[in-house]
């Protein structure tokens, strides 16, 4: 492979978030964190080049994102995933964090209903909570696999009037799904019948395994694009969380507008000098290390399941996108308090306990961030063993 995903960083220096809050998130620095969605694995080379370049120019003033850093997200976009955006669709936003909150004050007023399908990434959730909004609950339906998929049933028996807003995760974390077309089209309809409007979060989309594809919300019809905000960004693929830049792509003009009014009023700004850099070379130059890194990561998670192979106490099913597993503790016939602290104390792995992601369907699983390199996810796996 022409890029190297297994040297040893030492983060201790950098103020790395998965590092630094592991006394006050498992009670000891003498955690392995594999946690937050952020890799132990190098910033791609080319970024790193790019973004010094910038930094010997002395002069570190307010910049605008540039057209041509779009173009070039645009144009991996169509490659990568056949969705056809325009420049005029999208909007700069510092985090899909914020774009979520955005979109739930643009679309919905205090007390409406905006659905939630967990086990999900947690801050869909909390951001509904800090708005005043109701979360309409439609949890995803697990079969006796453990294989997750959408329950259209629920969804369908649930909503009313009030309800404004489905924040769709897409490919999922955590479960590691890839959405078929079926699914999303089935789900899709039922936003149209009843005026819903959809933020797709698909932050993920790089990270797919063959033959697994991304499918886009947007890309369904030109109907449901009307009604959708995708928000995308190279923070996952690349390992650029730290550089805090995405953005929404948005077609219908209204709604874009409406986004837009909210999105100024806060003042978000346009971004610092080092992301609008580092954001137009990954799209630009990004593809075999994204390709190798996707090789990577599967030698990494396959070592784990394999592992998991000999357990009766820990399964889980392979992800078909991202770098986070949902291990499946519930054999290990013990409360989630006793699980955490198993994975803390005995094996000094510090991960998300699932019911972060969803308090009843989050229940016995632990979350596991393998984007690391291959000793570390041996170290892990040692680690892992202990708990067995
Ligand atoms: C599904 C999903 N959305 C959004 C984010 C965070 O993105 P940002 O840092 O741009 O807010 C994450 C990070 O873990 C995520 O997993």
Redesign the pocket.
């Known amino acids: 492979m022409k890029y190297d995903y297994n040297k040893i960083i030492d983060r201790s220096k950098t103020n790395s978030e998965k590092y630094l809050l592991r006394k006050e998130l498992f009670g000891t620095e003498d955690v392995l964190p594999m946690w ?2 952020d890799m132990d694995i190098f910033t791609p080379p080319f970024v790193v080049e790019a973004i010094k370049k910038r930094a010997n120019e002395p002069i570190y003033g307010y910049e605008e994102i540039p057209n041509s850093a779009f173009e070039a997200q645009i144009g991996w976009m169509k490659k990568r995933h056949n969705l056809n955006l325009k420049r005029e669709w999208m909007l700069y936003s510092h ?4 774009t979520i909150n955005v979109a739930i004050k643009a679309f919905s007023k205090v007390g409406d209903k905006i659905i939630v399908q967990t086990p999900v ?1 947690y ?1 869909f959730m909390r951001s509904v909570r800090f708005n005043n909004r109701e979360i309409l609950f439609n949890p995803l339906k697990k079969d006796e696999k453990g294989d997750y998929t959408f329950d259209f049933e629920d969804l369908k028996s649930k909503i009313d009037k009030d309800t404004k807003l489905l924040l769709l ?1 897409s490919p999922h ?1 955590p479960v590691g799904r890839v959405w078929k077309k079926e699914e999303l089209l089935e789900l899709a309809t039922i936003c149209l019948e009843n005026d819903i409007k959809v933020l797709s ?1 698909e ?2 989309s790089d990270l797919v395994y063959d033959p697994y594809k991304h499918i886009p919300f947007a890309s369904l019809s030109k109907e449901i694009s009307k009604i959708t905000m995708t928000a995308i ?1 190279p ?2 693929s690349f390992n650029l ?1 730290g550089l ?1 830049i ?1 953005t929404v792509a948005i077609e219908d003009d209204m709604m874009r507008d409406v986004f837009d009014k909210v999105h100024r009023s806060i003042h978000f700004s346009h971004g610092s000098v080092f992301s609008h850099v580092g954001f137009e070379v990954a799209y630009k130059e990004g593809e075999e290390w994204l390709d190798g890194l996707l090789i990577h990561l599967k030698e990494n998670v396959l070592s784990l399941y394999n592992l998991l192979q000999t357990s009766n106490k820990i399964s889980m099913n392979l992800p078909e996108a991202t770098y986070l597993a949902w291990l499946d503790c519930a054999n290990m016939k013990l409360s989630d308090e006793k699980i955490k602290e198993l994975f803390i104390k005995e094996a000094k792995l510090g991960l998300n306990p699932g019911y972060i992601f969803g308090k009843d369907e989050g229940r016995g699983f632990m979350r596991l961030n393998f984007g690391v390199s291959k000793i570390t996810m041996n170290e892990a796996l040692k680690r892992l063993e202990k708990i067995l």
């Not at 985090?95 to 914020?98: G, L, R, T």
């Open positions: 937050v969605a985090s899909v964090v914020s990434y801050p995760c974390n979060d932050i993920h960004g923070g996952k969380a805090s995405t």
